[in-house]
C-alpha cells in the first residue's frame, strides 16, 4: 500500500509542470551536492567551490540537484557514481581506499564518456587519467572534502555543471542502455506485472540519525530475514521501475519542509491523492495542532476550519472526501522503520481530530496537539527524549479516533509525580487536558453513557463522584489555603505532597487536613472571605468523600490518578478565576499560571 501510493505520487508530480522540472527521471536522482571542482578545459583543477547556502548558525547547507543516478552501493568494493560523488572517488584523498575508489571512478567514466564529443567530458576524462590531479587541492580544504559530502565537476567561466551538458545526459542515458544487464526478473508485489526486480531499494539521505550514506525504506542484510533462496531485496519482489518511483517521491516529500514533520526522531511525511495545496497546509496545521498561515485570510480560513472541527461539523471550505497518506518513519542505521501508515480522507481526519480537540478540552488551555502532550512524557520536555512508539501510537490514536496508548497516561503520572509540573507554567494544564482525553476515550470503548456524576467535563464539575477527582479538588482547596494563610512562599504542599496524595491518600491526607484547619484559623482572621469561601469548597467535597461511614482508600488505581490530577487543576482554576471577595486581596492572574496557553 505504502510503495503503490508512493509510486503514484511519483506519476503525478511528473506530470505538473511546476514540479517536474524537480523530479528526476529513471537513471537520474536528486542528491544533496556541497562542493564543485572547477577545471580548465585540459583537466586541470583551478580550484574547488563551495556550494550552497549558510544556515542562521554560519553552517553550510547542500545544494539540491539532479544528477546521475546514486542507487546505493555497499560491499567491499563499492561502485562509483558518475560526475557526482566523495572527493575519496573523485580526488582520491582518502588515505585508506582513495587510490582503489578513484581508480574505479575513472574506469566508470571513461566506459560513459569516451565517445561524447563535449569540452566538458574530455576535461573530466583529462583529469582521470592525472595521477595527481588531487594534489591541486589546497591542504586547507583536505579536511573539509574528506567528511564525506558530494562534489561535481564545472569548467571555469561556465555557468552549467558537467552533468548538465545536452551532450554528457545524452552518454550516460546510451550507457544504461547498452549495459549489460544481469537483471532477476520476476512479478512485482505491488503492480502484479512481470518485469526486472530491484536488488537494492533506492537510498534517502540527509534523515538526521541515519547512516550518512543513506537508509532505505525496502532492505534485507541478514540471513534470518531471507527466503527461499533470494537475496537483498529481491525477498519483497519490488520491480526496478516501482522501487526507483517509490524511492524518488519519498525523497521528494522529506526534502520540503512543508510536507515533513519531525516528531523526536520519528517524521511524518504526507502527501494527497491529487494537487491539493490548501488542503495539504490544512493536515500540517492538525497535525502540528497550530496554524502555520501567515496571511490573516488564509489564518482566518484556517481558524474557521479548526472551529468546525471543535464543533463536529464538516469543514466547509475544504474538500472532504480528498484522500490522504500519512507515513511515519524512524530511522535505524541503514534502514528507515515504518512506525505508522494511514491513508484515509480529510472528512475523516477532520472528524476524529474533531473527537480529539472536544476530548482534550480544558478549561485555561487555549491549544491543546498530541505533540505537546508527548512532550508533556519526556524528561526535560525534550522532544528526542520522547520514545518513538509512544509518538506513532499516540498518532494513531488521534487519527483514528481510538484510545490513547495506556503508556501515554502512564509517563504523564510519572513525571506529575517527577517534577510536580513546576517546570512551565503551562505543564499542569496540558497534562490535565491529555489525562481527561485518555479517561474519556476509555469510558467512550465501554460503550456507557455516562451520567453527570461520571463525567469529566472542560471545567470543574461539582457533581462528579470519581475518589480521585474528589481528592485531587480537596488537595487543590488545601493548597489554596496554605498560599492564602502563608502569602507567596517558594514551596507548597504541591511540592512535597501531590505524588504521596494521589497514590496512596490514606497516608497524607490526614495531616494534611490538620494543617489545612491551622491555616484556615489563620485566613479567619486575615481574609475573612477567603477562608468561608474555602470552608465552603471544603465541606462540599468533604460531604461527597465520606458520605456515611467510609474512609479514605490506601491506593488510587491508574485512571483514578488521572482523575485526581484532573480535579486538582480545574478546582484550582476554579478557585483562582472565580470572583473574589473584598478580603481577597491576591491578584488573580498572578496565580492562573499553570492554565496559561503553552508557549
Known amino acids: 500500500m505504502i510503495l503503490h501510493e508512493l509510486s503514484s505520487l511519483y506519476d503525478r508530480l511528473v506530470d505538473q509542470p511546476d514540479i517536474s522540472e524537480q523530479i528526476p527521471l529513471p537513471g537520474w536522482s ?15 583543477v583551478k580550484s574547488v567551490l563551495p556550494l550552497g547556502t549558510q544556515d542562521e548558525k554560519g553552517r553550510l547547507q547542500p545544494l539540491e540537484m539532479i544528477v546521475p543516478e546514486h542507487d546505493g552501493r555497499s560491499g567491499k568494493s563499492p561502485k562509483a557514481y558518475l560526475l557526482c560523488d566523495k572527493a575519496s572517488y573523485l580526488l582520491g584523498i582518502d588515505a585508506k581506499d582513495g587510490s582503489a575508489n578513484r581508480e574505479r571512478s575513472r574506469v566508470l567514466h571513461h566506459e560513459v564518456l569516451d565517445a561524447c564529443n563535449d569540452v566538458g567530458a574530455k576535461a573530466v576524462l583529462a583529469f582521470f587519467d592525472n595521477p595527481k590531479a588531487g594534489d591541486a587541492v589546497s591542504e586547507g580544504l583536505v579536511d573539509e572534502l574528506v567528511k564525506g559530502r558530494m562534489m561535481v565537476f564545472c569548467l571555469e567561466r561556465e555557468g552549467n555543471f558537467i552533468h548538465e551538458h545536452a551532450a554528457v545526459r545524452s552518454a550516460w542515458t546510451d550507457y544504461l542502455e547498452r549495459a549489460p544487464s544481469d537483471d532477476v526478473e520476476g512479478f512485482c508485489s505491488v503492480t502484479g506485472e512481470y518485469g526486472a526486480l530491484a536488488r537494492l531499494f533506492p537510498q534517502v539521505t540527509g534523515i538526521p540519525g541515519a547512516q550518512s550514506s543513506g537508509a532505505s525504506l525496502v532492505s534485507y542484510n541478514f540471513d534470518a530475514s531471507e527466503s527461499y533462496g533470494k537475496r537483498q531485496a ?180 510519572s513525571r506529575m509525580r517527577a517534577d510536580h509540573a513546576s517546570n512551565n507554567k503551562w505543564d499542569m494544564g496540558q497534562r490535565a487536558a491529555a489525562l481527561k482525553g485518555c479517561l474519556v476515550r476509555k469510558a467512550r470503548r465501554r460503550g456507557v453513557e455516562l451520567t453527570r456524576k461520571e463525567r469529566f467535563d472542560m471545567a470543574l464539575n461539582r457533581e462528579n463522584s470519581n475518589i480521585g477527582y474528589l481528592l485531587g479538588r480537596l488537595f487543590a482547596v488545601m493548597e489554596r489555603a496554605q498560599q492564602g494563610a502563608s502569602g507567596d512562599t517558594n514551596a507548597t504542599i504541591r511540592d512535597r505532597y501531590i505524588g504521596a496524595a494521589s497514590s496512596t491518600p490514606e497516608r497524607v491526607f490526614q495531616p494534611l487536613m490538620r494543617g489545612c484547619q491551622a491555616n484556615l484559623g489563620t485566613l479567619r482572621k486575615k481574609k475573612r472571605g477567603l477562608s468561608v469561601k474555602l470552608e465552603r469548597e471544603m465541606d462540599e467535597i468533604v460531604g461527597r468523600l465520606f458520605p ?52
Open 548 to 599: 456515611g461511614e467510609s474512609s479514605l482508600p490506601k491506593t488510587l488505581s491508574m485512571d483514578e490518578q488521572g482523575a485526581f490530577f484532573i480535579g486538582y487543576y480545574q478546582e484550582r482554576c476554579d478557585l483562582w478565576r472565580g470572583k473574589a471577595t473584598k478580603d481577597d486581596d491576591v491578584a488573580i492572574e498572578n496565580h492562573t499560571g499553570d492554565s496559561e496557553e503553552e508557549q
Open 234 to 413: 529481491y525477498n519483497a519482489a519490488i520491480s526496478k521501475s516501482v522501487a526507483f518511483k517509490a524511492g524518488t517521491a519519498l525523497k521528494y516529500l522529506l526534502g520540503k519542509p512543508d510536507r515533513r514533520i519531525v516528531l523526536g526522531n520519528t517524521i511524518v511525511t504526507f502527501w494527497a491523492d491529487r494537487a491539493a495545496p490548501r488542503e495539504e497546509r490544512l493536515l500540517a496545521d492538525i497535525l502540528l495542532g497550530r496554524s502555520s498561515a501567515e496571511d490573516k485570510a488564509a489564518l482566518d480560513v484556517v481558524s474557521n476550519a479548526f472551529s468546525e472541527m471543535r464543533k463536529g461539523l464538516p469543514l466547509s471550505q475544504f474538500d472532504n472526501n480528498l484522500g490522504f497518506s500519512i507515513l511515519g518513519i524512524s530511522p535505524n542505521a541503514a534502514r528507515l522503520s515504518v512506525r505508522f501508515y494511514e491513508h484515509r480522507s480529510l472528512g475523516s481526519i477532520a472528524e476524529n481530530y474533531g473527537y480529539f480537540l472536544r476530548d482534550t478540552a480544558m478549561v485555561g488551555v487555549e491549544r491543546t496537539s498530541m505533540w505537546g502532550f508527548l512532550l508533556q512524557t519526556a524528561p526535560l520536555g525534550k522532544s528526542s527524549n520522547v520514545p518513538s512508539t509512544l509518538v506513532s501510537r499516540s498518532f494513531e490514536s488521534m487519527l483514528r479516533g481510538t484510545d490513547f496508548p495506556v503508556a501515554l497516561e502512564q509517563l504523564i503520572l
Open 30 to 44: 536528486e542528491e544533496k551536492v556541497s562542493w564543485a571542482i572547477v577545471l580548465d578545459v585540459e583537466g586541470a
